[in-house]
């Protein structure tokens, strides 16, 4: 095996999808605590003051409870390199969630023990499914009152219609919580008294009727564990790898992250299951991550982490081929040769120089807005990256600066806001208004308050009769000009100059596609 074989058949690249106050951040911190990655349980949530104290945009985010950033933490254990992509969870930040889940290979999906599916781990989970990732389920909070078990496989069966099968099996739950079994290595895993941040120790069994289990549970405690685990063979298929790594199949561990328990389980699981990098399609081919040629994509930016340097950073996802600091990458869209002499990796703490990455890390390159979401890096051929998301913008307000003097700088920071991903802008062709569209509402707040932070703005949004926006295309570009020249008041452009109609109501929309059967109203820009 090549090094570069080897490195990628160790990586595990991967997300946690939740609904919010599910218990992502817990496990996060759990699974960086055994992975080595931070010392002391706290250490994430403690950044996140730190990074909240230092820029007040951020504001928002405390205010909220929300998470708005996101990033990449990367920790080892028995011997495999782990790269968890932390995913905001608020659903007004879904865009971003959205490609963040382009760059992992499968995903841990957290539910509340009490409340099972919620709205944003559904919608999490389509996405998941449209690229049929695999995705283990790892239930929370069974140290307090939560659902019966077997109604949470089955509502997880029933609202994803998703195959489920127990790799653990909690013992009680709440105060009485005593424990699970681990189904997948037969072992009684206990809750431990004393809280200290260690790995769950599991004691080997011989199946679920081991005399031990009578030894070191209460004796309806152990006949339920027997009840229901013969239940469980009875309704339940059993584990099937394959079903896992197509997406139709998850397991199922129950835990509660706060108190440290069920966490080893999960890791050991994805340990020893979760898949390497998988091969990235392109427009012309598969790029397969044992090239030897480096090639990779972006599919996320983030604009001044520190206000003081105008950084953006972007993230790239390395696809293939080995990535050492200073190489030479072609920049696929300007055709332009760019020197990554400066890429960061993320650790969980700091961010520090990668002199070298591999197949399913992710690192960041600063740049000065030149790269942007869905571009390419290679080592000359011209890939073309697809399967990143674009999304329609559903809500439409325009902008204006509080000072009139400052309307120019304020279009030159909607054009980098709208650069990095985080907004669609538009440049209507009569008045020169600037118009923002956004996914959720919520979008609104965040970018006014970055604007009059990170560029020196005050702004005011306000709301606007428009409905939606389109971009145009024709295969003629005389039909285009027709089209553009008898819609001006209708008529845009974003911040690449491309054509944008900007419809009224529902009515107007389609009015405008029966009146114009040559042009093409596209809801949304593929990301070039
Ligand atoms: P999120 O990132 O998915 O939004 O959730 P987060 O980890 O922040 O957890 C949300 C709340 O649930 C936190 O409480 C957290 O302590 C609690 N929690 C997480 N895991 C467990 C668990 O296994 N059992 C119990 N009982 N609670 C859990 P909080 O009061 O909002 O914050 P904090 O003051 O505890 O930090």
């Known amino acids: ?251 199922v561990y129950f835990g509660s992250a706060v108190n440290n328990f069920g966490v080893e389980t999960l890791l050991e699981g994805l340990t020893t299951m979760a898949p390497p990098p998988r091969s990235a399609p392109s427009a012309t081919r598969e790029i397969l991550p044992n090239e030897t040629k480096v090639a990779g994509f972006i599919f996320k930016i983030q604009a001044n982490m520190d206000p003081k340097h105008r950084d953006r950073i972007a993230f790239m996802r390395l696809v293939s081929g080995h990535f050492k600091r200073g190489a030479k990458l072609k920049h696929v869209r300007s055709a332009k040769t760019i020197n990554v002499h400066n890429p960061v990796l993320f650790l969980a703490q700091d961010r520090e120089l990668a002199e070298e990455a591999w197949p399913g890390d992710i690192i960041g390159i600063p740049n000065h807005g030149n790269l942007r979401i869905g571009d390419a890096l290679t080592e000359g051929e011209d890939i073309r990256f697809t399967g990143i998301p674009s999304f329609a913008p559903e809500l439409l307000q325009k902008v204006r600066p509080i000072d009139p003097m400052r309307a120019k700088h304020l279009g030159r920071a909607l054009i980098q806001i709208a650069e990095e991903g985080a907004a669609r802008t538009f440049k209507t062709r009569m008045g020169s208004d600037w118009v923002v569209g956004v996914v959720g509402a919520l979008q609104f707040e965040v970018l006014a308050d970055r604007i009059r932070t990170e560029y020196d703005i005050p702004v005011n949004f306000e709301q606007t009769e428009l409905y939606t926006a389109r971009w145009v295309e024709a295969d003629d570009h005389n039909d285009l000009k027709k089209f553009v020249d008898a819609n001006q008041a209708s008529l845009a452009e974003d911040h690449d100059d491309s054509p944008v109609f900007l419809a009224r109501n529902s009515w107007h929309l389609e009015r405008a596609e029966k009146d114009w059967p040559a042009i093409r109203f596209l809801k949304t820009k593929e990301q070039l």
């Not at 709440?174 to 941040?197: A, H, I, T």
């Open 1 to 251: 095996m090549s090094m570069l074989e080897d490195r990628v058949a160790n990586r595990r690249t991967f997300a946690i999808i939740a609904h919010p106050d599910a218990g992502k951040t817990t496990l996060t911190e759990k699974l960086l605590l055994f992975g080595g990655a931070i010392q002391l349980a706290g250490a994430v949530k403690t950044r996140g003051e730190q990074r909240r104290a230092r820029s007040d945009w951020m504001k928002v985010e405390r205010e909220r409870g929300i998470s708005v950033a996101s990033s990449v933490m990367t920790f080892d254990y028995k011997g495999r390199t782990f790269n968890l992509l932390d995913t905001p969870g608020h659903e007004d930040f879904s865009e971003d969630t959205y490609r963040t889940l382009t760059a992992v290979d499968s995903a841990v999906m957290v539910l509340d023990g009490a409340k099972g599916i919620e709205t944003q781990t559904r919608k999490l989970f389509e996405v998941c499914r449209l690229r049929d990732m695999p995705i283990a389920t790892f239930i929370n909070k069974f140290d307090r009152e939560a659902l019966d078990p077997f109604e949470l496989l089955d509502d997880i069966e029933q609202t994803l219609a998703l195959d489920v099968v127990p790799a653990s099996w909690p013992i009680g739950m709440g105060r009485n919580f005593l424990g699970c079994y681990d189904l997948f290595r037969d072992q009684l895993v206990l809750v431990s008294k004393d809280k200290n941040n260690h790995l769950d120790e599991g004691i080997v069994c011989q199946g679920v009727e081991d005399p031990k289990i009578d030894e070191l549970l209460p004796e309806s405690y152990a006949a339920k564990l027997r009840e229901d685990v013969e239940m469980i063979r009875e309704l339940c298929p059993a584990f099937d790898l394959q079903a896992f790594l197509d997406g139709t199949m998850t397991p």
